[in-house]
């Protein structure tokens, strides 16, 4: 065969493409037999009733509220603590030992399996602090789990204000806290949202760390108090997926199809987001 | 407050960034309200000189340094706040740096952040810094565009503005006009000779030219060395230091 450029860097376009294509069709697949075969399921009722009949038929309302909770709850703790600590390291601490050895943690906190969160949730706040199986215990382990990805956005978010912007604040003998409050943050918030966002995606989707921390087999009831156990879209779908015989498949797709939406929703807000800020930003 | 028309005295000033000697054994004095242009090739120490009269080179976490600099007869790393000085010594920067923000809030973001929240204060602040700046006319009727729709020459005028806003005592201006065309190098050129009487001024600049033709008294710094400091007259005509009359008729540098 002679050598001809044209043929070859056809080839590399065609092989390049298939590829890109070959990923899109997972994603395609899944969301089209979810959407399929749980969309008949999808009601009124569905979506607020309590489950009844061993989960056989009925609602998954209290699944739903209680993913809901534990989002809120999971939020409470990791967005203060990580954003708080993002500011610290970006604008505040030296480039020193301790402080690589901080990133470095971070970094391994994000590698960490979730079903290991799980257990030290059980560990620490079920066993330990005797929280038991609670929204509480669960929304911690939730948190710890999603502390890096807010931590690591964050961190990107300020990192990517440029620093001229804090050195004429800093010139016009403004403290070192109002330059970050009002020439950074602002600057930095909608990549801060977007890393809140996706936390929020991944910890109500997450079903190891609930596991032996919150989720209930099977509560038909809404919590009380933070004490309280809940039940969880994903342990929920899990359940009912394995644990219990003669399900309607179209529950189960039905369910998934939920937890799909919700977290699908967040992260499309997050996009939306994210296009809005770098068409906004200015330098 | 001003002793003998000194306004800044430099004693025994060395700096060191981690390994590197920046700065050798300096003493300077700057008289109150005088031009002092300093010049000199990269890598002379002029900017880290600027740097350390605002404790600029404070920000950086390798900066050492040794000997005091006092602004009124007050050391400025121990009599006073740094956030005072600050406002005392403004800075005007090597490239315009209007912040995200309005005209407006651009001009009043130091005084804002120092306190002052009265409309009609900050208006008053707004048209008299702008004037000052010779900005006024060209936006006084789209004061709240974005500052970062001027033109490179207007946002730099623009930060003139801001840095007037806090009431300095004391401008440095870090290669001011380096992105400038001509005319708006003009225009900040007379904006710095019509506040002679208001406010003492140094000029770090690349451009000889520019010394000779604004400064009272010009610097020359060669590899972290004061080599000669004297009127600009003088100095452009007679220097004293074959190295001085080697750089200012352009064989290096």
Not at chain 2, 10 to 37: H, R, S, T
């Amino acid at each position: 065969m002679k050598h001809n450029p044209y043929r070859t860097e056809k080839i590399a376009f065609s092989l390049l493409f298939l590829a890109t294509i070959v990923v899109l069709l997972p994603v395609i697949l899944i969301i089209g037999i979810i959407v399929q075969k749980g969309w008949p399921a999808i009601s009124w009722e569905f979506l607020t009733a309590m489950p009844e009949k061993g989960m056989r038929e009925g609602g998954i309302f209290p699944a739903i509220v209680g993913t809901l909770f534990l989002v809120l709850g999971t939020l409470t703790f990791a967005l203060p603590l990580g954003v708080m600590s993002a500011i610290f390291l970006v604008e505040y601490a030296k480039d020193n030992v301790l402080t690589r050895l901080v990133k470095l943690a971070i970094i391994n906190l994000a590698g960490v399996p979730s079903v290991v969160y799980g257990l030290f949730g059980l560990g620490i706040f079920v066993m330990f602090l005797k929280f038991g199986a609670s929204i509480l215990a669960g929304s911690l382990t939730l948190a710890i789990m999603v502390l890096p990805i807010i931590i690591t956005t964050t961190r990107e978010a300020l990192e990517s204000v440029p620093q001229s912007f804090r050195e004429v604040s800093l010139s016009l003998g403004v403290s070192k806290w109002q330059t970050i409050r009002y020439s950074v943050l602002p600057h930095a918030l909608p990549g801060i949202l977007t890393g809140i966002i996706l936390a929020v995606s991944r910890a109500a989707g997450e079903t190891a760390p609930i596991l032996f921390t919150v989720a209930a087999f099977y509560l038909p009831k809404l919590p009380d108090s933070i004490f309280d156990q809940v039940m969880a879209l994903p342990y929920h779908l899990y359940v009912i997926s394995t644990q219990v015989p003669n399900v309607d498949p179209k529950v189960r797709y039905g369910t998934a199809l939920v937890l799909l939406l919700i977290v699908l929703s967040m992260n499309f807000v997050a996009i939306v987001l994210r296009s809005k800020f770098r068409k906004k930003k200015k330098w | 407050m001003v002793n003998n028309g000194v306004k800044i005295e430099v004693q025994g000033l060395e700096i060191w960034f981690d390994q590197i000697y920046a700065l050798k054994p300096l003493n300077i004095q700057i008289k109150d309200k005088e031009i002092l242009g300093v010049i000199g090739p990269a890598n002379s120490g002029k900017t880290t000189f600027l740097r350390s009269l605002n404790r600029f080179n404070d920000l950086n976490d390798n900066f050492r340094f040794k000997g005091s600099i006092s602004l009124d007869g007050k050391n400025i790393h121990k009599d006073i706040a740094v956030g005072e000085l600050r406002k005392k010594v403004g800075m005007v920067f090597a490239l315009p740096i209007p912040l995200p923000l309005s005209i407006f809030e651009n001009v009043v973001y130091g005084p804002r952040r120092h306190g002052v929240n009265d409309k009609n204060k900050l208006e008053e602040i707004v048209e008299r810094t702008l004037k000052e700046a010779y900005l006024w006319d060209e936006v006084k009727d789209r004061l709240q565009v974005s500052g970062m729709k001027l033109s490179g020459g207007q946002q730099q005028r623009l930060c003139l503005a801001r840095t007037l806003a806090v009431e300095p005592d004391v401008i440095l201006y870090d290669e001011p006009c380096s992105g400038l065309d001509p005319i708006s190098t003009a225009k900040i050129e007379e904006a710095m000779s019509r506040f002679k009487d208001k406010y003492t001024q140094i000029l770090v600049t690349n451009n000889t030219k520019q010394a000779a033709r604004v400064s009272d008294r010009t610097a020359f710094f060669l590899m972290g060395d004061l080599v000669e400091i004297d009127r600009t007259d003088k100095m452009f005509t007679y220097p004293s230091d074959s190295r001085t009359n080697d750089y200012i008729s352009g064989r290096f540098g």
